[in-house]
Nanobody, 123 residues
Framework: QVQLVESGGGSVQSGGSLRLSCAAS????????MGWFRQAPGKEREGVAI???????TYADSVKGRFTISRDNAKNTLYLQMNSLKPEDTAMYYC?????????????????WGQGTQVTVSS
């Protein structure tokens, strides 16, 4: 059974940093694509960053230059380094995975999801 478990969320002040992790289990192969999504209260879930099996990445414009997505295939773990955090980054952050290659930041392409980890940025 596939499981994605996020960790690393918390509360920080504007300008601070956090590193999110997502531990994947229950799948014997490298995920074709993994990604981070976020959802703020009253808003749609949006794509933040995605990474394919060879490390090619795509970022939402709102986080380019501030966030870095990475993965360790040997550990089946996905990361999101978030720097220069802003209050508008406040949201529940979700890890997602799909067996095949990355298509876009659209959440519809992802088959498996974690439960989320809360990130709160205060001004």
């Amino acid at each position: 059974q596939v499981q994605l478990v996020e960790s690393g969320g918390g509360s920080v002040q504007s300008g601070g940093s956090l590193r999110l992790s997502c531990a994947a289990s229950g799948y014997s192969y490298n995920w074709g694509c993994m990604g981070w999504f976020r959802q703020a209260p009253g808003k749609e879930r949006e794509g933040v960053a995605i990474i394919d099996s060879i490390g090619s990445t795509t970022y939402a414009d709102s986080v380019k230059g501030r966030f870095t997505i990475s993965r360790d295939n040997a550990k089946n773990t996905l990361y999101l380094q978030m720097n220069s955090l802003k209050p508008e980054d406040t949201a529940m952050y979700y890890c997602a995975a799909r067996q095949f290659g990355c298509l876009s930041l659209n959440r519809a392409g992802f088959d498996y999801w974690g439960q989320g980890t809360q990130v709160t940025v205060s001004s």
